[in-house]
């Protein structure tokens, strides 16, 4: 088992859609979670960290459940710049990602 | 925000070669350098984790003998890829922790921007 699973994807919503995506962890040891943003050849960015509390950033909501192992990141009207892979991270003493899940947002 | 850089950013070797990367913390102290590589359509796999002046820790499968990984100050960690092969051909990836100066506070961690290497 993947120590981090996510949604396979691809995800293709229209413009001012509501996306969610899942992800799970496997290490209950893990101790900090994050959502990444890959686009196309490019080096994974920071998108926002997770808390067990919620946490919103604009449009983005990222939400932890301990007990589950389970992570989500829920985007509110989507962009045409918001087409990327996301990728889940769990971190223990280093840094899991999970597969990640493809968007794209289609005008 | 902290910048890490990579170099060089593109290679292409022919098969038996071996290519080094470089990896540098431009504006903090890397405490522990990671590596990772990512082939096409794939996600991002942890290759070793780098902790200055102490031997790096691989992960399983990957060869520590063929990937050789020098962490020797806390701005510089270098992979090199021994007798490339095909097979090796894969974009990979630094990333950097460690305490910003006058930071957040907690140990972030930055990413370079990547090495693409094309084995011939």
């Known amino acids: 088992r993947k120590e981090v699973e996510q949604d396979p994807g691809p995800f293709n919503v229209p413009e001012g859609a509501t996306v969610a995506f899942n992800c799970t962890y496997s290490?209950?040891?893990?101790?900090?979670f994050f959502w990444y943003r890959q686009d196309c050849r490019k080096e994974p960015k920071l998108l926002m960290s997770?808390?067990?509390s919620g946490n919103e950033d604009g449009r983005f909501t990222a939400q932890l459940n301990r007990a589950s192992q389970y992570i989500s990141l829920l985007i509110r009207d989507s962009k045409l710049s918001d087409s990327a892979t996301y990728l889940c991270?769990?971190?223990?003493?280093?840094?899991?990602f999970g597969p990640g899940t493809s968007l794209s947002v289609i005008p | 925000g902290a910048v890490v850089s990579q170099h060089p950013s593109r290679v292409i070797c022919k098969s038996g070669t071996s290519v080094k990367i470089e990896c540098r913390s431009l504006?903090?102290?890397?405490?522990?350098m990671f590596w990772y590589r990512q082939f096409p359509k794939q996600s991002l796999m942890l290759m070793a984790t780098?902790?200055?002046?102490?031997?790096?820790?691989?992960e399983q499968g990957v060869e520590k003998d063929k990937f050789l990984i020098n962490h020797a100050s806390l701005t510089l960690s270098t992979l090199t890829v021994t007798s490339a092969h095909p097979e090796d051909s894969s974009f990979y990836i630094c990333?950097?922790?460690?305490?910003?100066?006058?930071?957040?506070?907690?140990?972030?961690?930055?990413f370079g921007p990547g090495t693409r290497l094309t084995v011939l």
């Open positions: 290490n209950s040891a893990s101790q900090s």
């Open positions: 997770v808390y067990s």
């Open positions: 991270v769990a971190t223990y003493d280093k840094v899991i």
């Open positions: 504006d903090f102290q890397a405490t522990t």
């Open positions: 780098s902790n200055e002046g102490s031997k790096a820790t691989y």
């Open positions: 990333s950097a922790r460690g305490w910003l100066a006058g930071g957040p506070g907690y140990n972030e961690q930055f």
